[in-house]
């Protein structure tokens, strides 16, 4: 067995572990800090929506020589000095995006682009895009998302407990502000596919949180009726006992997305796997970070403020006090001499003292009449 393996058998087992409940307050600090920098990037810089959300025209050309910058050159020029996002795609061509543009404006940026690039204006592909329509689109994820929270909401109080669900919605709500926060200070595109890439880390947050939530709730039967754990203790326990598999599952979904970021998205080239894939990857990071540090400490918090729990937590600190005290006696009671007092030692014609009859043989005195008179000394 590897030493991973084996560090996840004795962390299941509870012959090792963190104290990840126990310095919760470190945990909490940490994301505080990390979702008031994604705040305050999304309010300075905002994000940078495509052309789905705020209109406009897309144009992708054919393999050609063309450099990005001047394609971008020539399209802002054509278009009346509108910005232009130009992007290369892995099959040589460029793919050049102008927001709040009409189809007026678009068909001498067509015909601008095809005379640059030496190529026909029907071999470069334009895609026009309403601004009502990307509205809709944003209008309809927002809905979405919401139906979506209530629903897990719903469906982890009536499975678990309330205080689960609300852990949960707050974990997922950290979840998805870090994510937007890093597309608003790295400045990708907001497309449709960062809006499945948003979904996809929902269910997954969620998978991760829902594991360890289902060993806690139980361990956590029939707590009050034993006075050796507090439910901090037993959520701690609970939570080491899943860690491994959650890094395993982490680091095997991270890998394939890490690809498609750094390989796809950036020596290829590919725009759209840029969207998908930094969602994905931020959120999954962001989603067990917040399974192990956020979800489970807060849950902990909030069921620790249950009179049954006080109650239980009272007991098992009493119990530990008195354990500590009948420890502490026993070991006084081991290391007290023991008092003995050394006793005179008899001497020939003395008679003992009573202390050294009762400790061992008693000596006779010798009789000094014994044998006198007789040359022999032996008796008649």
């Not at 609970?238 to 598999?245: A, E, F, I, Q, W």
């Amino acid at each position: 067995m590897s030493r991973l393996g084996t560090l996840g058998a004795r962390l299941y087992r509870g012959e090792v572990g963190y104290d990840f409940v126990g310095k919760r307050k470190i945990w909490y600090g940490i994301s505080i800090l990390i979702t008031i920098t994604a705040i305050v990037g999304l309010a300075v810089r905002g994000l940078n929506l495509g052309i789905e959300f705020s209109g406009g025209a897309v144009f992708e050309t054919p393999k050609t020589s063309v450099s990005a910058s001047h394609a971008r050159e020539v399209a802002e020029s054509a278009s009346g000095g509108h910005t232009a996002v130009v992007q290369e795609l892995g099959r040589g061509g460029l793919r050049i995006q102008i927001s709040e543009l009409g189809t007026k404006e678009a068909l001498p940026v067509q015909e601008k682009l095809a005379k640059e690039l030496d190529v026909k204006t029907s071999e470069i592909e334009t895609q026009l895009v309403g601004p009502s329509w990307g509205e809709e689109i944003a209008n309809k994820a927002w809905q979405g998302l919401a139906i979506f929270m209530v629903l897990v909401v719903i469906y982890l109080a009536i499975a678990f407990e309330w205080r689960m669900a609300l852990a949960a919605l707050i974990a997922l709500i950290h979840d998805l502000t870090i994510t937007v926060g890093v597309y608003a200070l790295v400045g990708f595109e907001v497309t449709p596919g960062t809006v499945i890439g948003l979904l996809t880390i929902l269910g997954y947050s969620l998978y991760d949180t829902v594991v360890v939530f289902d060993g806690l709730k139980e361990a956590s039967k029939d707590l009050t009726k034993q006075t050796r754990f507090t439910y901090s203790e037993i959520a701690n326990r609970s939570l080491n006992s899943t860690l491994v598999r959650s890094i395993n599952t982490t680091v095997v979904a991270l890998l394939p997305v890490g690809a498609l970021l750094f390989i796809g998205g950036g020596a290829l080239g590919a725009g759209m796997l840029n969207d998908i894939s930094l969602a994905l990857f931020v959120g999954l990071a962001a989603g067990a970070y917040s399974s192990i540090f956020i979800a489970t400490p807060l849950v902990a918090d909030l069921k620790e403020r249950d009179p049954q729990m006080k109650a239980l937590a009272k007991r098992v600190r009493a119990k530990r006090a008195s354990a500590a005290a009948k420890a502490d006696s026993d070991s006084d009671a081991e290391q007290k001499p023991q008092d003995v007092t050394p006793q005179p030692r008899a001497e020939d014609g003395d008679e003992p003292t009573p202390a050294a009859a009762g400790a061992g043989q008693r000596r006779q005195p010798t009789s000094r009449g014994r044998g006198r008179g007789r040359p022999s000394g032996k008796r008649r």
